[in-house]
């Protein structure tokens, strides 16, 4: 992969978009996740796999600086940091269903974004239920609807909204790209 100054510039672009939806995400978490959602895999898409990857560690990461009162980092507070690597997995899994998705051709980039929605909402979820919860039922208390919204039909809302947003953004990134090739 070469990083080139074009790819730094585009990634950090889309780290700023990023990061001011973070700095809504207090305010409507239904705007903020899908655009974020939709932001990691156009990095992955259009600057490469890796950049979209990185994202996907680095957001969560990020959150809790910009969004100390999201549900997420109080989440995150009271889980000691074992929520994290949820969201980021999750994170990579949508990532990486859209990005070979659309490498196969344009149905399957389709099936790829909703596919991936769901295998990250179903991940996502199972770990709460499985492992967050059980583990952290003392520290959770009140936080248990905050855990069930975070990872509940929330991620899949923004998984699939994502989706929606990022089909048509990736074809005019594309058209955009083939009429300056000519």
Same mark, same amino acid.
């Given at each position: ?41 156009? *990095? ?6 890796? !950049? +979209?990857? #990185?994202?996907? %560690? $680095?957001? @969560? =990461? ?54 991936? *929605? ?6 996502? !979820? +199972?770990? #709460?239920?499985? %492992? $967050?919860? @059980? =583990? ?47």
């Amino acid at each position: 992969m070469k990083i080139t100054t074009k790819k730094i510039a585009e990634a950090g672009l889309l780290f700023a978009i990023i990061l001011i939806m973070q700095t809504i995400k207090n305010i409507s978490a239904f705007i903020s996740g899908p655009i974020i959602n939709a932001v990691l895999v156009i *990095a992955a898409l259009e600057i490469g796999i890796w !950049w +979209g990857i #990185a994202f996907s %560690i $680095i957001t @969560p =990461l990020t959150s809790i600086f910009i969004a100390p009162m999201s549900p997420m980092t109080m989440i995150t507070q009271a889980t000691y940091g074992v929520n994290l690597p949820v969201i980021m997995i999750g994170n990579i899994i949508f990532v990486l269903f859209a990005y070979y998705g659309r490498k196969k051709g344009e149905k399957e980039f389709i099936f790829g974004l909703i596919l991936g *929605a769901v295998v990250k909402w179903l991940f996502m !979820w +199972g770990c #709460a239920d499985l %492992i $967050i919860k @059980p =583990l952290f039922e003392q520290n959770l208390g009140k936080l248990v609807a905050a855990v069930n919204k975070v990872f509940s039909t929330l991620q899949l809302y923004s998984a699939l909204l994502g989706a929606v947003i990022i089909y048509p953004v990736s074809r005019a990134i594309s058209a955009a790209k083939g009429k300056k090739d000519e």
